[in-house]
């Protein structure tokens, strides 16, 4: 069960998605939007993804009692340091980051005294970015880590995951360190390796690119700032994937050389078979 009143912190795709995922879920819930952008706030009551909205942080937080954090990464910490001062004692505050080990590590620093955090990450988006990108079902059938820590309270990661169960989601609880580890692999690496690849195909060859080499580069038109926050609070992790990364390539360079071509074929065998066994989310 999840509260009546809830603000949405920061108005774009994954910010107005939920909104408007809340209010076709649960239209009789109130959703309160916080942007600093008037225009955001005026598109997102149009489009009916809240039922009010506002530029003042501490306006929008003072009466909900559940909080989303839908903004980039490295500016969470000190949004929930501020929530903190102006929401009621008990609400509940969640965010959408797609790292999680910094941020808690930063939050903790704070002291909460009213709020409780449970940090969460839909495994859900897009390359585009923006308001008007935002889409009621983009996180249908979406996995979305709840993070749990030693000191995480029950009844608000209760809270959170029954939120994310409402707008068609399902919840998979981690810790922190489980979901850099995680994010690294399937997400944050596949970043690196597209951009990697559009920025090595030579750009005389670009204008012949088909299919094959759209799908593989296409989150590659992700927002690169946004990006680089990501990046930055997950190196570690990021490196040791690289690193395997990087082996494989070496590999493949090896089996090239030697014309190994059983072995060459035992891979692309290996990666059709696995390829194949993942499904898409859930409609």
Known sequence: MIPRNIAIV????MGGSLGLA???RKP???????????????AALRKKMITEGTTSLAEGVKSADLIVIATPVQIIPAL???IDMFAKAGAVVTDVGSTKGEILKNIRRFRLKNIRFVGSHPMA???KTGLEAAEADLYKGACVFVVRGKDTNAKALSVISSLWRTVGSYVKTVSAD???KIAASVSQLPHLIA???????????LPFAASGFRDTTRIAQGDPELWLDIIRTNRANL????NRFTQKLEQFVRMLKRDQKKKFLAELTRAKNIRSRIRAPKT
């Open 10 to 13: 920061g108005l774009g795709l």
């Open 22 to 24: 809340l209010r076709k």
């Open 125 to 127: 988006g897009s390359h």
């Open 239 to 242: 490196i040791s994937e690289l």
């Open 178 to 180: 489980e979901h850099d």
């Open 80 to 82: 929930v340091a501020t």
């Open 195 to 205: 951009s990697a690849l559009v920025n090595t195909v030579p750009a005389k060859a």
């Open 28 to 42: 009789g819930l109130r959703v309160i939007g916080i942007s600093r952008s008037k225009k955001n706030i005026r």
